[in-house]
């Protein structure tokens, strides 16, 4: 399995905006189905958004609107735009791949988005 690298986090307010990145140390990513995690403080990681390989996209219903997952083959990476920053949605940031593809990639570290009120 490879591992995910995340990175971007910080400490935001309510309202601003965020944008993660996501690499590999192997070229998986421009290959797979991928997504973006969160676990929250004291609460089990969930699934936030993914895109397919050919740039197709889905989100959970509380971020619609303002969250943007996107990729890069040739970077081999995937981004998570964050805007309208809400305070709920602090969390440690993951991405992995998806679906079919769930197990060629292990968890990172993931990156902390805090937004403060």
């Known amino acids: 399995q490879v591992q995910m690298v995340e990175s971007g986090g910080g400490l935001v307010q309510a309202g601003g905006s965020l944008k993660l990145s996501c690499t590999a140390s192997?070229?998986?990513?421009?290959?797979?189905?991928m997504a973006w995690y969160r676990r929250p403080p004291g609460k089990q990681r969930d699934l936030v958004a993914m895109?397919?390989?050919?740039?197709?996209?889905n989100y959970i219903d509380s971020v619609k609107g303002r969250f943007t997952i996107s990729r890069d083959n040739a970077k081999n990476a995937v981004y998570l735009q964050m805007d309208s920053l809400k305070p709920e949605d602090t969390a440690n940031y993951y991405c992995?791949?998806?679906?079919?593809?769930?197990?060629?990639?292990?968890w990172g570290q993931g990156t902390q988005v805090t937004v403060s009120s």
């Open positions: 192997e070229r998986i990513i421009s290959n797979s189905d």
């Open positions: 992995k791949t998806y679906g079919s593809y769930y197990s060629l990639s292990s």
């Open positions: 895109i397919t390989r050919s740039g197709l996209a």
